[in-house]
């Protein structure tokens, strides 16, 4: 009965010490000056978190800039879970989002990682160290790390965390989304990319005005709601895509991913076929973006894919590629011998595909343009119609490499 009272009697302790933390934390959130404040509600959730302090006089100050170390301290304690002893840990879902090189980062390097400022020196040291290891950031991304953050500063940064935790939209839908905006052009040509990703994925918004506000600095409110939505996609932004039913996200040259929007559903189909066409090799074969790079050999690949020049990355034997914004496709073989008869299937595959009752005329042509090149080194560079498609064979100045660039019509 004795140990049964004790039992109790600690319990209610801890029920007493939590109601206690969580009470903290509420107050800690009651900041002066937000009442009535477009963002009062996300400034009280994320405070809570602890992901942003307010001032000893008790205000958070919604509308003051935020700093560019600060936003990045934010972005990473986004990512983790807080405990009532206020320990922090990842997020699994965070762990599971980062490529294997990423998650080593974090597992190997950073398993002390105490998501605390520094002590002695900079204090945002540790947070910057860690963007930096991961690839969110740049070490030289900002001059002053203590500057106040503008609006396409902050899309870098998205830009960038998008890229290794989720993916990246097609660029040139997110290109058209960012143009709609009047100061659109004030930007650089790099700085829209970024625009046009962080509106496309729902995260950043522009101004009644019309304008997107290309070098107006970020307040620590628009920072919250930034991360809010970063955080919690079920808070983003639906901007519409008219083209969402022809999406497929695509591995890139980095190893990360991307979204692409194809034209119609014939030339998404002929991503899959081409899928299976490299299947077709074994595992020589390579996939990135839209292009099928196909290789003698284990061997072949291994030295292309690790290459130091641009000649050796792209010394495959052939390729099958699609080039969405210009609704066009294509085949190029490098004219060796065996070239032909190791990629064949492949190449029948994909091209059997598009050409369907007309494969066999598409053939005949492939196989005459091969041979005359093959045996004279030159080929006069010629289109003709076959089926629906528009088909140009062109033999580059190398004299080796021959290109079939196929148009549907």
Same mark, same amino acid.
């Given at each position: ?90 997020k ?31 204090w945002?040291?540790p ?29 870098e ?88 039913g ?40 390579? @996939? /990135?973006? !839209? $292009? ?10 291994? *030295?292309?894919?690790? +290459?130091? %020049? ?12 699609l ?14 011998d ?32 091969c ?7 030159? @080929? /006069?560079? !010629? $289109? ?10 062109? *033999?580059?100045?190398? +004299?080796? %490499? ?8």
């Open positions: 009965m004795i140990r049964l009272k004790r039992c109790l009697a600690i319990i209610a302790l801890c029920s007493i010490m939590l109601t206690g933390v969580v009470q903290g934390k509420a107050e800690a959130a009651g900041f002066t000056d937000i009442h009535g404040h477009w963002a009062e509600q996300t400034i009280s959730q994320m405070a809570q978190q602890g992901l942003l302090d307010g001032f000893p006089d008790g205000t958070f100050r919604p509308d003051e800039s935020v700093t560019a170390d600060q936003f990045v301290k934010i972005v990473l304690l986004a990512y983790t879970d807080i405990y009532p002893n206020g320990e922090r840990n990842w699994p879902s965070f762990i599971q989002s980062l490529s294997a090189a990423n998650q080593g980062i974090l597992q190997q390097d950073y398993r002390d990682f105490t998501f605390k400022p520094e002590t002695v020196g900079y945002a040291k947070y910057l160290d860690l963007a930096s290891d991961l690839h969110f950031i740049t070490k030289g991304q900002f001059v002053d790390y203590k500057a106040k953050l503008k609006r396409e500063d902050v899309a940064i998205l830009y960038y965390l998008l890229k290794e935790t989720e993916y990246l939209e097609d660029e040139v839908y997110s290109q058209k989304m960012a143009s709609r905006f009047g100061d659109l052009q004030s930007a650089s040509a790099r700085q829209q990319k970024f625009i046009g990703e962080s509106l496309t994925k729902g995260i950043m918004e522009g101004y009644p005005n019309g304008y997107f506000g290309v070098g107006r600095y970020v307040t620590r409110a628009e920072a919250l709601q930034i991360i809010a939505r970063l955080q919690n996609k079920a808070k983003r932004l639906n901007v519409g895509n008219a083209g969402d022809f999406v497929k996200v695509v591995p890139t040259k980095d190893g990360s991913y991307k979204k692409l929007i194809f034209p119609d559903e014939r030339m998404l189909q002929a991503y899959e076929v081409m899928e299976e066409a490299g299947k077709l090799r074994g595992t020589n074969y390579d @996939l /990135e973006e !839209t $292009t099928l790079r196909l290789f003698k050999d284990a061997n072949a690949k291994s *030295l292309a894919v690790g +290459g130091a %020049t641009a000649a050796v990355r792209n010394s495959n034997e052939a390729s099958l590629w080039d969405p914004q210009f609704a066009t496709y294509g085949v190029t073989v490098r004219l060796e065996g070239t032909l008869a190791r990629n064949m299937e492949s190449i029948r595959k994909f091209t059997d595909y598009l050409f369907g009752y007309d494969a066999e005329t598409f053939f005949r042509a492939f196989s005459d343009a041979a005359t090149a093959a045996a004279k080194g030159m @080929l /006069e560079t !010629t $289109t003709q119609q076959i089926g629906s498609y528009s088909v140009e064979t062109r *033999l580059e100045p190398d +004299g080796k %490499t021959l290109v079939f660039s196929i148009i549907h019509k």
